[in-house]
């Protein structure tokens, strides 16, 4: 009898619409003719409202890879028929609720296996300042970081310029502000002086109560693949190149403004680095099955340095993750093949 796979997808978070298309590349490579005879389909849908559907509603927001007209109706813990009969889930949610141990946690307790981290490696991965401390504890190099929580950003007036003071003092400018859990670059700023620094926490701290403020670098960006459990393999190594200050959220969604170069052309040396940093980041944070390590190479000075690991990466047709398998010698459908093979042995 075939493997029932509930490709779990949508999801309450910013990257809804790319959970869609993800789930329908993943829904084609499970109709190849090798993976069809091992495996059955069971969209289930999770409308932005945070309501699981399953039924004609899941594969037709499949089909359509667009949201449905429609929210969810009914209670958040009622959950379609089919999700009964799963043998393993395919969750394929970006960002918030979904990327972040939530599901992870509700799948474990359904006591039903599925693909990706767990609990802990897909919250450690989510939050920016859990993954650099235990990045940090592994000894992998990273640029200059503080964290800080928003009560001591929007509190009194009085503390407000001193933490303005800190940060000049222990990170300087330029600096990155970043909201901790969150992802394709949403709130998001460079800060270059003082007041662009006061906004740019101002705005982190409207998206999460935990903030990073990092050094910022001038660096070529690249991003390597990681699959496996215990013992990882790392892809051939990409490259991300655009002419906006930084990989903002209107450079990495809008069509032509960034070019990815597959292999990356970075000496022979740092490649090999950049693989080895790859898979003890991995490590570092506990994932499983996949992630996608994006590192900073500093050309001026030949220092590479982590930036952060995405437990559930874009998985669309035209994403990195899948395209650096590709190159290295692992067809999309055969990928997909190999990740929900690594979640049942993983709950083995
Ligand atoms: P996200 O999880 O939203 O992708 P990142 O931490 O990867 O957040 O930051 C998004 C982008 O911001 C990076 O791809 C890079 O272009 C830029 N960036 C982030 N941190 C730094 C830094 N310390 N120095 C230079 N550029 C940075
Ligand atoms: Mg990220
Ligand atoms: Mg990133």
């Known amino acids: 009898t075939k493997i029932q796979v509930g490709l779990l997808f949508g999801g309450r978070s910013g990257e809804h619409e790319v959970s869609i298309r993800s789930a329908a590349a993943i829904a084609q490579a499970l109709k190849t003719e090798d993976n069809a005879q091992k495996y059955d389909l069971t ?3 999770i409308h ?11 594969k037709s927001v499949l089909q359509q890879q667009t949201p449905p007209h429609s929210e969810g109706s009914g209670n958040l813990w009622d959950f379609p028929p089919e999700a009964t009969q799963i043998d393993v889930w395919f969750p394929i949610l970006h960002g918030p609720n979904g990327e972040d141990g939530t599901v992870q946690g509700l799948l474990t307790l359904m006591q039903v296996p599925f ?21 940090a504890q592994a000894g992998l190099p990273q640029v200059t970081y503080k964290g800080v929580n928003r009560d001591k950003i929007w509190s009194s ?14 990170i300087g400018y330029p600096c990155f502000v970043k909201p901790a859990n969150l992802g394709s670059s949403v709130g998001i700023s ?17 998206y999460d109560r935990r903030i990073i403020i990092e050094k910022g670098i001038t660096a070529r960006e690249v991003e390597c693949a990681v699959l496996g459990n215990d013992d990882p393999q790392a892809s051939v190594v990409g490259e991300i190149s655009y002419n906006t200050d930084f990989y903002d959220y209107e450079t990495k969604y809008t069509e032509g403004k960034a070019e ?13 680095q950049v693989q080895e940093i790859a898979k003890q980041a991995f490590i570092a944070v506990d994932a499983a099955g996949l ?24 998985f669309t047709m035209t994403s990195m993750y899948p395209r650096l398998w590709e190159a290295t010698g692992i067809s999309f459908p055969e990928l997909v093949d190999r990740l929900i093979q690594l979640g049942i042995q993983r709950h083995q």
């Open 190 to 206: 460079k800060a270059k002086a003082r007041s662009e620094l006061e906004t740019a926490l101002d705005e982190a701290a409207s």
């Open 115 to 135: 693909v990706g981290s767990g609990v802990l490696g897909s919250a450690m991965g989510m939050d920016k300042l859990a993954m650099k401390t235990a990045f």
């Open 291 to 314: 992630s996608r390590v994006d590192i900073f190479y500093e050309e001026a000075t030949g220092e590479v340095y982590l930036n952060e690991i995405n437990t559930l990466p874009g």
């Open 260 to 272: 990815l170069y597959i292999p990356s052309p970075l000496p022979d040396k740092i490649f090999k």
């Open 43 to 45: 969209p289930v849908y």
């Open 48 to 58: 932005k409202n945070g309501i699981w559907e399953g039924g004609e509603t899941a």
């Open 157 to 170: 007036p009085c503390v407000f310029p001193k933490l303005c003071d800190e940060i000049e003092e222990e």
